[in-house]
C-alpha cells in the first residue's frame, strides 16, 4: 500500500475565500503572468490572415478561395503538373491539394488525366475557362497583396515579407 505524503509547498496555504489570489498565484508559477495572447505570433499571424482573407474575398470570384486560387496561379506560372507537386508547390498536404483539385474540377476551372508515363500518377492542367479566370484576375491578385501591405511603407513591407520568408 501506498503511503501518502504530505507535499510541502513554499506557497502558504489560502483561506478558502481567497481563491482569487491563489488562482493568480498559481498563473505566476506556471509563468501565465507574462502570457498575453494578444502578443503571442500564432495569434498576430492568424488576425493578419484573417484580414488578408477578408481583403481577398472582396476582390475575387466568389467560388476562388486563397487556396484555390494558389493552385490556379501556381498552373498558370507553371503548366501542367502532377497533383502531388502541385501540393508542394503550393504549400498544401495531399488530403488539401485533393479536395482542392475536385473543387476546381468541379468548378470546370482544372482538368486531370492519367500521367502517361505513370498511370498511378495525375496530371492537372487549367481548362480554358480557368486560364480566363486566372488572366482576369492577376492584376487584382497583385492589388490584395498591395492593400494587405499597405498599413506599412515600402521599406516595412520588404522587411516584413523577408522575415516571413525566412520564418516559413
Known amino acids: 500500500m501506498r503511503s501518502r505524503a504530505k507535499t510541502v509547498s513554499a506557497e502558504p496555504e489560502v483561506p478558502a475565500g481567497d481563491s482569487a489570489t491563489a488562482a493568480t498565484r498559481q498563473r505566476r508559477r506556471n509563468g501565465a503572468a507574462s502570457y498575453r495572447l494578444e502578443e503571442q505570433v500564432g495569434f498576430i499571424l492568424r488576425r493578419v490572415s484573417q484580414r488578408h482573407v477578408a481583403i481577398f474575398a472582396g476582390h475575387i470570384d466568389k467560388d476562388v478561395t486563397p487556396t484555390r486560387w494558389a493552385a ?51 496530371v492537372v492542367a487549367l481548362t480554358e475557362a480557368g486560364r480566363r479566370l486566372v488572366e482576369k484576375s492577376l492584376s487584382r491578385a497583385a492589388h490584395i497583396t498591395e492593400k494587405t501591405l499597405a498599413p506599412l511603407t515600402g521599406e516595412e513591407q520588404e522587411r516584413f515579407l523577408a522575415l516571413l520568408r525566412r520564418l516559413a
Do not use: C, F
Open 72 to 122: 490556379l496561379a501556381k498552373l498558370y506560372e507553371g503548366g501542367p503538373t502532377s497533383q502531388n507537386l502541385l501540393g508542394r508547390l503550393t504549400a498544401m498536404d495531399g488530403a488539401t491539394i485533393k479536395g482542392v483539385v475536385d473543387r476546381l474540377t468541379k468548378l470546370h476551372l482544372i482538368e486531370t488525366r492519367s500521367d502517361p508515363g505513370d498511370g498511378r500518377r495525375r
